[in-house]
């Protein structure tokens, strides 16, 4: 079949001009530039004349909940929320029921996600203290790389010994597979836990959260993350950085040139919010490492633009709203944001924080440089036509009925936004249409390392 996408501004590869894509099946087949009017020869013709063509999103760190924990959410529901967000690939986090700390538990959830999944996915594989014999066995074709928590997890998926820490490092530059961690200091964490539990009880307000989830617990196990990746030569992500000194580990993106060995993911979740909003949102808006000052908030939107941090992710991670209630010590840490994520992300374009052209870099480009997918995250001939149609709009506002997640609930509600994603076409399959997911299609398993860049 073939689909043609044209009059829309194509936003690829530092460029922005009007044009024409042309898919035929599953892939890119021609690129033009300028007015072609091409109509007629095609079996279905996308107007997009005022709006943006870009590559699909691909979301690196998500927590779908599935296997064990979907009564938060599925990749079923997730994915839904993904599409209807103009996100075509994402890769999920570790740590589900059970973990995917072990061969068969990575073949289960690919097997699981071949008729649930609606966007294209791929896994990554949890370390822990004593699994990295298992390491070289993994088809790295089938996985981005490994996912190690050095805080903020529980049994043997929290890592904080420093020899078994050694070996993760050591293993994953042998490998030369990335590595993304979640750095916060547990120890740390525990002693601003008791301590505010003394002066204000079991359940300390949720105001007190980036005082007991430090900028210094993020600090210091960053800051070992970075010494044992530079030892050892491993390529390190870090995931969801929330302070501004931890920006000081990361090296420039260049245009045109290879990606440093360490990087810095950022959050949607923490580009947005500040501490500030804990005030009108509550728990709604804790989450692991926590949102943190405003002066944070601005480093990082600065680093966007600057090219020390080369990701946006979302650590999309729903809860029941019943889990959501209490304060630091009772409340869930996470939410949803998939959804949302690119509109609120082109809302900061239009407030200056970053250029629509650099957006597409953070979360299409880069992602799939940083984890050499294969044929994705451009609009190149040959590729597989991932691609996402965005315009401006009158304002609306996110309510209820238009949430796709599971747990039916987002922090967002009640946000004014001017942009809509329009069209999601996932390998040239229109899976989003104006409101409407396509429930009867699924994605296709990512692969890594075959084409990299």
Not at 165 to 174: G, N, Q, S
Not at 265 to 287: M, N, P, Q, R
Not at 305 to 324: C, F, L, Q, S, Y
Not at 336 to 347: G, W
């Amino acid at each position: 079949m073939r689909t043609i996408i044209d009059g829309g501004t194509i936003v690829n590869e530092g460029r922005k001009f009007t044009g024409t894509v042309i898919i035929d099946d599953d892939r890119i087949s021609d690129i033009i530039e300028g007015n072609s009017n091409p109509r007629a020869h095609c079996e279905r013709f996308v107007d997009a004349t005022g709006c943006f063509v870009l590559p699909g999103v691909i979301d690196e760190h998500v927590h779908f909940r599935e296997p064990g924990l979907t009564r938060k959410a599925d990749m079923e529901s997730e994915t839904r929320a993904a599409a209807a967000g103009g996100v075509t690939s994402f890769f999920d986090m570790p740590n589900t029921v059970p973990q995917t700390t072990t061969v068969e538990a990575l073949s289960d959830k690919i097997r699981l996600a071949a008729d649930r999944s609606h966007i294209n996915y791929g896994f990554f594989f949890g370390a822990t203290k004593d699994n990295t014999g298992d390491f070289s066995k993994i088809d790295r074709t089938r996985v981005p790389g490994f996912k190690l928590f050095m805080g903020a997890s529980t049994g043997n998926m929290l890592v904080d010994r420093r020899d078994a820490l050694e070996c993760i490092f050591k293993t994953c530059a042998d490998l030369d597979l990335p590595l993304m961690t979640h750095c916060e200091d547990t120890a740390m964490i525990n002693k601003n836990m008791a301590e505010a539990k003394r002066q204000y009880g079991d359940d300390p307000d949720i105001a007190l959260h980036p005082i007991i989830r430090s900028a210094e617990a993020c600090y210091t196990s960053s800051s070992l993350a970075v010494k044992l990746a530079r030892r050892f030569g491993t390529r390190l992500h870090i995931a969801h950085v929330t302070t501004a000194r931890e920006l000081s580990f990361f090296e420039p993106s260049r245009p045109g040139k290879p990606l440093p060995q360490i990087t810095g993911e950022a959050t949607v979740t923490h580009l947005w919010f500040s501490e500030e909003d804990y005030k009108t949102k509550g728990a709604l808006i804790k989450c692991n490492p926590s949102v943190k000052r405003k002066e944070d908030r601005a480093a990082l939107r600065e680093a966007l633009d600057d090219g020390r941090i080369v990701a946006v992710g979302t650590d999309h991670a729903p809860h029941e709203m019943k889990d959501k209630i209490g304060g630091c010590a009772k409340a869930a840490s996470g939410m949803p944001s998939i959804q949302f994520s690119l509109i609120s992300m082109l809302t900061l374009v239009d407030e200056g924080v970053l250029s629509i052209v650099r957006l597409v870099e953070l979360m299409a480009h880069h992602p799939a440089q940083l984890f050499s997918v294969s044929e994705r995250g451009f609009l190149r001939k040959g590729y597989k036509a991932d691609i996402a149609i965005v315009q401006r709009t009158d304002p609306w506002k996110v309510s209820e009925n238009l949430i796709e997640s599971k747990c039916g609930w987002s922090p967002l509600m009640g946000q004014q936004y001017r942009w809509k994603v329009r069209q999601t076409f996932c390998n040239g399959h229109s899976v989003y249409d104006n409101g409407h997911v396509d429930e009867d299609y699924f994605g296709e398993a990512l692969r890594f390392r075959l084409n990299e860049e």
